[in-house]
């Protein structure tokens, strides 16, 4: 019931009925926190971005684009993995830059199996591959992006995409393996 009130209330947005925006933010709200929770939980105890702030942050930038035509919740929440990956890298690199010339290490990868700890670099690092992977497989990027920077199941991410959770997993295997070779040849 509360999917279809949502995909109503995204259809409404996309009419350009702003109040359906103030509506729609206690459907999702709870589902949004708890993919930042799940993000930033794993995050080393320094890091200054809150669940509530990332959250309040890419739900602005997902009703507050006039150009995005909502074709359900499954899209929603695919934009929304998008959003809070630009979030993070743009925060990452706003704390690169405050330690610029500072301790750069070489950054060691070891396999991606679920989200790993928040490093600068490597979300930096990671960001640009997906940009080159995004000219060779874009549906790659948006499940690496609903994975890691959405923190989504594998049985949620395959009903986002509406895909079975097994080519998910091997998807998943793939994308892996491709971000391991492009990140570590940086």
């Known amino acids: 019931m509360a999917e279809d009130e949502t995909t109503r209330l995204l259809e409404e947005l996309a009419g350009g009925k702003a109040q359906a925006a103030e509506v729609l933010l206690p459907l999702v709200y709870e589902e949004l926190r708890t993919l ?6 794993r995050q080393p105890s320094d890091h200054t971005l809150q669940p509530t702030s990332l959250v309040h942050e890419a739900y602005i930038r997902l009703v507050g684009d006039d150009r995005t035509h909502w074709s359900g919740r499954a899209h929603f929440f695919r934009v929304a993995a998008k959003a809070m990956r ?6 990452a690199r706003r704390r690169c830059s405050a330690k610029r ?3 750069r290490r070489k950054l060691s990868l070891n396999d991606i199996h679920e989200p790993v700890g928040y490093q600068d670099e490597f979300v930096i ?3 640009h591959a997906l940009t080159i992977l995004a000219g060779i497989d874009e549906q790659l990027v948006q499940l690496v992006e609903l ?7 594998i049985d949620e991410t395959a009903e986002i995409l509406s895909i079975s959770p097994r080519t998910v997993k091997r998807l998943w295997q793939i994308a892996r393996g491709w971000l391991k070779r492009e990140i570590s040849e940086d």
């Open 86 to 91: 630009h979030i993070l890298i743009d925060h």
């Open 147 to 153: 994975r890691y920077f959405g923190g989504f199941s």
């Open 36 to 41: 930042a929770k799940r993000y930033l939980q």
């Open 101 to 103: 010339g500072g301790n």
């Open 125 to 127: 690092a990671l960001d």
